[in-house]
């Protein structure tokens, strides 16, 4: 399983950007997906996750009602559209695939095996 972020850059207080996530694998509808990011020295913290469906979601309080979690299972792709950006969103941002088949929204990064390559957003005050 091979996971290739994108869309990372550099933005605006205020602006909104969206990070992609494709996958490879044949039964990419099965997993959740998720999205952790990681400020320097500190550890990944989980920003969101959505279920295989795509039905259920999950968010970070820091980014709710701000960051939005949606996956194209025909594509195998992972969306996570961010507005009204913080300066303290700054970070990198990685698509994480969870390590079983149909099963919850984790929250911490132990419950995911795979992981892309990370991409970094940059919010300017």
């Known amino acids: 399983v091979q996971l290739q972020a994108s869309g990372g850059g550099l933005v605006q207080a205020g602006d909104s950007l969206r990070l992609s996530c494709a996958a490879s694998?044949?039964?990419?509808?099965?997993?959740?997906m998720g999205w952790f990011r990681q400020f320097p020295g500190k550890e990944r913290e989980f920003v969101g996750g959505?279920?295989?469906?795509?039905?259920?979601?999950k968010y970070a309080d820091s980014v709710k009602g701000r960051f939005t979690i949606s996956r194209d299972n025909a594509k195998n792709t992972v969306c996570l559209q961010m507005n009204s950006l913080k300066p303290e969103d700054t970070a990198t941002y990685y698509c994480?695939?969870?390590?079983?088949?149909?099963?919850?929204?984790?929250?911490?990064?132990?419950?995911?095996?795979?992981w892309g390559q990370g991409t970094q957003v940059t919010v300017s005050s």
């Open positions: 694998g044949l039964t990419f509808n099965r997993y959740v």
């Open positions: 959505i279920s295989g469906s795509g039905g259920n979601t």
């Open positions: 994480a695939r969870r390590n079983a088949q149909y099963t919850a929204i984790m929250t911490g990064a132990g419950g995911y095996v795979y």
